[in-house]
C-alpha cells in the first residue's frame, strides 16, 4: 500500500498515539476484497495473511502509525464538550488505485484519553450493522465510509447483556469531523488556521486557486454536505444521530448508530430510541444537517478576513444544493426529468405511500412493473402487492394518479424512463430484520448470512437469485417500526 500518514504529523495536542488493546483470540468475520483491492492490501502478503490479526489488535504493521483523534461537538443540541475516538484508532493512511486518500481506522480496540464512562470496545451486533451499512450505501452510490471487514473475539463486553468483544476496520474518505474544529475553538485555538490549511490541502487542494482558499473550501463542505444528505433521503437512509462529531467534512457518511432504512414510508420515523424529542427524525435531517453547519461555521471568524457576512455566504447555497440534488433525484427515481409536472407527480406518489404506509423501497421500483409488466415480472408483482394493500378511495387515488404518470411517461420513450427507474430505485436496501438474521447466526457462529447480505447489497439495483423473500418484505402495516439502541 501507499502510505501518506500525514494526520500523524500535525500538532500533538490534536491525538494521542497508542497502540491497540488487543482482542482475544480473534477470528474472521467478513473481508471486503472488492475493498481490498482497491487499497492495495491484496498486493501484500504480510496484510493478506495477517488481517484478522491486524483488525484483532494482535499485529501492528510497522507502517500503521495507530493514534486516537481528539475532537468535540453538539450533541442532540447540546455542547457536549471533549469527546474523541473513545474505542477506535486511526491506524494509517494510504493513497487508493484513484489517488485518493483513505483512512485506515480500527474500532473497538480498546481504551483511548477519549473513552470518558466508555470501555473502549465494540460488540458483534453493532459491527455487523455497520459492516453491512456502510458496504450497502457505498454500492448504492451514496457518499459513505466502508469496512474492510471484522473479526470476533472472546473478549467480553457488556452491554444490557455480556456479548462477543468485535472490532472493525472502518476506511473513510477522512475522519476529520466538524466536532474537530470545535475542539480547536475550545482547546487549542492557536491550531484553527494551520489546522485549516491541512484540510484545504489535502481534502480541497483545489481550493487554492481561490482568490480566498478559505471561504472556497468552506462553501464546498457545506454543498457537500446538503449533497449527501439529499442522497439520504432519496434512497430512504435515517443515519439517527447527526450530532456534529458525526459529521465529516468530506460529505460523506460517518458514524453507523442506530440508523435506519425506510421500509413503510413515514416522514416522522424515529429510528434512535434515544431520541426522545424526534430531532433526528428522516424528516428533519435536511434541517439538522444545515443546524451543524451554522453552528460550526463561526469558529472560521478567528482567521483573518473570514466575516460573519462571507460565512452567511458560504452557508446560503445549503437549501437551494440540497433541494436542487434532491428534486432532480425525486424526479429520476419516476423515470421523468426535473420539471414542475414531474415535481408535482413525485410528491403526490410520496404522499400515497405515506398515506397509506406503504413501502418506500418496493412502492418506486414497482413502478417498473407499470411501465414494463412483461420485462420484470418480479417488479409487476411488487405492484400488484402495493395496490391490494390500498382501501377503495386510495385505490381510486391512485388510478387517477397512474393515468397523469402515463401521460407524462409517454412524453419519453420507454427505454429512458425504464433506464432511470432501474438505476435509481433499488430492489435492496439493508432492513433492520435483515441485519438481525444475520446477527443471530453470527453470535451462533456463523457469518454465511452475512456474506450472503455482502453479496447481495453488492448490486442492489437488480434481482438476484441469491435473495429470499423476506429481504424485499416490509414489516406488516400495523407494526410499530421500531427503533434502534445506541448500545454498541
Not at 70 to 81: D, L, S, T, V
Not at 83 to 95: E, I, K, P, T, W
Not at 402 to 428: G, I
Request: charged share 20%; proline share 6%.
Amino acid at each position: 500500500m501507499r502510505y501518506q500518514n500525514t494526520y500523524a504529523n500535525l500538532d500533538p495536542r490534536l491525538y494521542h498515539k497508542q497502540p491497540p488493546t488487543a482482542l482475544k483470540n480473534p477470528r474472521a468475520g467478513h473481508f471486503n476484497l472488492a475493498l481490498a483491492e482497491k487499497l492495495g492490501w491484496t498486493e501484500d502478503e504480510d496484510l493478506m495473511s495477517r488481517w484478522v490479526d491486524i483488525l484483532g489488535g494482535q499485529y501492528v504493521p510497522t507502517e500503521f502509525e495507530p493514534l486516537a483523534m481528539a475532537y468535540a461537538g453538539h450533541q442532540f443540541g447540546q455542547w457536549a464538550g471533549q469527546l474523541g475516538d473513545g474505542r477506535g484508532l486511526l491506524m494509517a493512511q494510504v493513497l487508493d488505485n484513484s489517488d485518493t486518500l483513505q483512512d485506515l481506522h480500527l474500532k473497538g480496540i480498546g481504551l483511548t484519553p477519549y473513552s470518558r464512562m466508555g470501555d473502549g470496545r465494540a460488540v458483534l451486533r453493532s459491527t455487523i450493522r455497520e459492516y453491512l451499512c456502510g458496504h450497502a450505501l457505498t454500492t448504492l452510490g451514496i457518499p459513505s465510509s466502508n469496512a474492510l471487514g471484522f473479526v470476533v473475539s472472546d473478549t467480553p463486553v457488556r452491554r444490557e447483556r455480556m456479548e462477543a468483544g468485535a472490532a472493525l476496520m472502518r476506511v473513510a474518505d477522512s475522519h476529520v469531523r466538524l466536532g474537530h474544529i470545535e475542539w480547536i475553538a475550545s482547546f487549542a485555538p492557536d491550531l484553527l488556521g494551520e489546522f485549516t490549511d491541512y484540510m484545504i490541502d489535502t481534502y480541497y487542494s483545489e481550493c487554492r486557486d481561490s482568490d480566498s482558499p478559505i471561504l472556497s473550501f468552506l462553501q464546498k463542505v457545506v454543498e457537500r454536505t446538503a449533497r449527501m444528505i439529499a442522497d439520504w433521503q432519496l434512497i430512504g437512509f435515517a443515519h439517527g444521530v447527526m450530532n456534529t462529531d458525526n459529521l465529516s467534512i468530506t460529505g460523506s457518511t460517518l458514524d453507523f448508530g442506530p440508523f435506519g432504512f425506510m421500509e413503510r414510508f413515514n416522514p416522522a420515523w424515529i429510528n434512535n430510541h434515544s431520541d426522545h424529542t424526534g430531532r433526528y427524525a428522516y424528516q428533519n435531517q435536511p434541517a439538522i444537517g444545515y443546524w451543524n453547519l451554522n453552528v460550526w461555521l463561526p469558529h472560521f471568524m478567528r482567521l483573518p478576513d473570514v466575516t460573519r457576512e462571507a460565512l452567511a455566504e458560504c452557508l446560503a447555497p445549503y437549501e437551494a444544493t440540497f433541494m436542487q440534488h434532491y428534486q432532480q433525484g425525486l424526479c429520476r427515481k419516476l423515470g421523468l426529468t426535473h420539471e414542475t409536472d414531474s415535481l408535482q407527480l413525485a410528491f403526490d406518489f410520496l404522499t400515497l405511500l405515506e398515506d397509506n404506509l406503504l413501502d418506500y423501497t418496493n412502492g418506486f421500483r414497482g413502478l417498473l412493473g407499470l411501465i414494463d409488466p412483461d420485462t420484470h415480472p418480479y417488479e409487476k408483482q411488487l405492484l400488484v402487492t402495493m395496490i391490494n394493500e390500498l382501501p377503495p378511495e386510495a385505490l381510486t387515488l391512485y388510478q387517477a394518479w397512474r393515468e397523469r404518470y402515463f401521460t407524462k411517461t409517454a412524453t419519453l420513450t420507454k427505454a429512458e424512463v425504464v433506464d432511470s427507474l432501474q438505476n435509481n430505485n433499488p430492489v435492496y436496501v439493508l432492513r433492520n430484520s435483515m441485519a438481525q438474521r444475520a446477527i443471530v447466526a453470527a453470535e451462533q457462529g456463523q457469518f454465511t448470512e452475512v456474506e450472503r447480505l455482502y453479496n447481495l447489497l453488492a448490486n442492489p439495483y437488480n434481482v438476484q437469485d441469491i435473495a429470499t423473500e423476506l429481504d424485499t418484505m416490509p414489516p406488516a402495516p400495523d407494526a410499530p417500526q421500531l427503533p434502534i439502541s445506541c448500545s454498541s
